[in-house]
T-cell receptor, first 114, second 114 residues
């Protein structure tokens, strides 16, 4: 069964700090790893990673995947209070066709204090 | 461009009752997945619909059933509600054209079973 473990489960930082969120996974026939930000209800898409060693960047957020060691990290630099949210990591297996089941971790609750 | 929409926003039901939740996918998307997110947990995959058929199913009992309509919208039905069914139910949609594996989530339906 596919498995995703995120750490830490919660984190409290001050504005301006840099944070690193971790995601390790076990999946049969890996297709992609995705990061989502969940503030109130709907998880919003951040990144999709399919290849090792290629960093994806969006503003102050960046992410990289290591397919050999089966983990990914999400970095947030110069954190702001608006970054406070649950960050979810999910993996998708390559099960063929249109099948696309995501397995999520429990998430990391990030709190950024002013 | 409307994103994924879900209705209702909140719902309170009594143990043993039945409930129907609704989802309209993002414009241009034809695949709909349903997830259950208990408090403090990551979303768990229930099932996925494509071309009006259930294509994949997670570890959920037969009390959970669904349907997809020709306009790609979908319903999730839960029979014989249990207290443990209380959760946020998320709908996600994706397209099948090209390499588009990102899933976009709706705001969810908060179901409380008393």
């Amino acid at each position: 069964e596919d498995k995703v473990v995120q750490s830490p489960l919660s984190l409290v930082v001050h504005e301006g700090d840099t944070v690193t969120l971790n995601c390790s996974y076990e999946v049969t026939n890996f297709r992609s790893l995705l990061w989502y930000k969940q503030e109130k209800k709907a998880p919003t898409f951040l990144f999709m990673l399919t290849s090792s060693g290629i960093e994806k960047k969006s503003g102050r957020l960046s992410s990289i995947l290591d397919k050999k060691e089966l983990f990914s990290i999400l970095n947030i630099t110069a954190t702001q209070t608006g970054d406070s949210a649950v960050y979810l990591c999910a993996v998708a297996p390559n099960s063929g066709g249109s099948n696309y089941k995501l397995t999520f971790g429990k998430g990391t609750l990030l709190t950024v204090n002013p | 461009d409307a994103g994924v929409t879900q209705s209702p926003t909140h719902l309170i039901k009594t143990r043993g009752q039945q409930v129907t939740l609704r989802c309209s996918p993002k414009s241009g998307h034809d695949t709909v997945s349903w997830y259950q997110q208990a408090l403090g947990q990551g979303p768990q995959f229930i099932f996925q619909y494509y071309e009006e058929e259930e294509r994949q199913r997670g570890n959920f009992p037969d009390r959970f059933s669904g349907h997809q309509f020709p306009n790609y919208s979908s319903e999730l039905n839960v029979n014989a509600l249990l207290l443990g069914d209380s959760a946020l139910y998320l709908c996600a949609s994706k397209g099948t054209g090209g390499v588009t594996y990102e899933q976009y989530f709706g705001p969810g339906t908060r179901l409380t079973v008393t």
